[in-house]
C-alpha cells in the first residue's frame, strides 16, 4: 500500500487537509490472523480523489485523499473478499465517489448512503442499481449539523421499500434522548461501533447495558464491533507488531459478538477519518478479531455470513 505522490493530484492545493490529520497507515503488515473464505470488511470509506470528486463544501473537516483503487488494494492485502464502502461525512450527500467506487468493484462491494429528503426515486433506483443497500444517520454533533429527525424517519420510511437499512452513528451518553427515535425506525438498523461506549466506564455497568438492552429488546438492531482504535483509551496501540492491541476494548466487543452472534459486523474503518493521536496499521486490527470472536463459528458468523446476508441476498 503505498500513497499516490503529490504528481497525481492536480488540485491539491485547493483541498488543504484538516491540521493533525493523520495520513492512513503506508505498508500494512500482512494478518497472522487467517480471515475465513468470503470474508467482508463491512465498514470502510473513499476520499475523493478531490480532483476527481470534490469535498463538500459544508464539510467539518478535509481528509487526505483515499482512492477507490487504494482500498481495493487493500482489501486484496488483507484477505477480504467483499467490501461495504460507508458515504464519508467530508463528502455530505453528494454520493458520486461511493457510486463510483461500487461500480468498479465488479460487485465485490455495496454501500451506505448519506441523502436528503429532496433525494428522488429515480436517483434512489440509481443508487440502488450501483450497491447501495443503506443510508447513514450521524449524531456525532462534531462531525455533522443535526438533521430534523422527522426528516430522517421520512428517508428511512422511503427507502424501506428498496430493502435498505438504516446506520446510526451516535455515542453513548446520547443514546437515552435518541432511543425514542431509534425504535421507531421502521427498518433493520446498523449500529456503527457499538455506540461509542466509554470503555473507562465498568463493561457491566449502566451505559453500556443500556446499549445491550436496546439490542436485546430490538432484534432488528445490529452492531459493528469495529474501531477500537478510537474507543481505547488504555491500549496498547496496534502498530509495531503488536498482538495484543486495544485490551481495554475487548470485553465490551466481545460481549456483543457472543451474545449477538447473528447482528454482528466488523470493518477496518480505512482510511480512519479524524483520527489524531495514531494510525493503526491495518494488518495488525484484522489480528484483533480473534480476541473478540474467539471460536470459527463466531468469526465465520461476524465475517461472511452476517454481512453476506445483509448486503447481498
Not at 497525481?8 to 484538516?18: L, N, R, V, Y
Request: hydrophobic content about 40%; charged content about 25%; glycine content about 6%.
Amino acid at each position: 500500500m503505498s500513497k499516490p505522490t503529490t504528481g497525481d493530484f492536480t488540485q491539491s492545493e485547493a483541498f488543504t487537509k484538516t491540521p493533525g490529520w493523520l495520513d492512513w497507515y503506508s505498508g500494512p503488515a500482512k494478518p497472522r490472523f487467517q480471515l475465513p473464505a468470503g470474508s467482508v470488511d463491512a465498514h470502510c470509506h473513499v476520499f475523493g480523489p478531490g480532483a476527481e470528486f470534490p469535498y463538500a463544501p459544508e464539510r467539518k473537516y478535509t481528509p487526505c485523499d483515499a482512492s477507490k483503487a487504494q482500498l481495493f488494494a487493500l482489501r486484496d492485502h488483507l484477505g477480504f473478499e467483499k467490501n461495504v464502502i460507508v458515504q464519508a461525512t467530508c463528502h455530505g450527500a453528494d454520493n458520486r465517489a461511493l457510486v463510483d467506487a461500487l461500480r468498479s468493484s465488479k460487485g465485490k462491494a455495496r454501500g451506505v448512503a448519506t441523502v436528503k429528503r429532496s433525494v428522488s426515486d429515480a436517483e434512489l433506483q440509481a443508487m440502488h442499481d450501483a450497491g447501495v443497500r443503506g443510508v447513514r444517520f450521524n449524531f456525532v454533533k462534531r462531525l455533522v449539523d443535526f438533521t430534523p429527525k422527522d426528516e430522517l424517519m421520512e428517508i428511512a420510511a422511503r427507502i424501506k421499500a428498496w430493502g435498505w437499512h438504516v446506520v446510526i452513528y451516535f455515542e453513548a451518553v446520547d443514546l437515552p434522548e435518541l432511543w425514542d427515535f431509534f425504535t421507531a425506525l421502521p427498518t433493520t438498523v446498523v449500529v456503527d461501533h457499538m455506540g461509542r461506549p466509554d470503555v473507562s466506564l465498568p463493561v457491566d455497568g449502566p451505559q453500556f447495558a443500556l446499549f445491550q438492552k436496546f439490542m436485546r429488546e430490538h432484534g432488528n438492531v445490529w452492531s459493528k464491533v469495529s474501531c477500537p482504535e478510537r474507543l481505547s483509551l488504555t491500549g496498547p496501540k496496534a502498530l509495531n507488531g503488536e498482538q495484543n492491541a486495544y485490551r481495554d476494548v475487548i470485553p465490551f466487543a466481545k460481549a456483543i459478538v457472543e451474545e449477538f452472534s447473528d447482528r454482528v459486523l466488523w470493518g477496518t474503518d480505512w482510511p480512519h477519518p479524524n483520527l489524531k493521536d495514531h494510525m493503526p496499521d491495518d494488518g495488525l486490527l484484522v489480528d484483533f478479531i480473534p480476541h473478540i470472536a474467539p471460536t470459527p463459528e463466531l468469526q465465520r458468523k461476524l465475517l461472511v455470513d452476517n454481512p453476506n446476508r445483509l448486503y447481498w441476498s
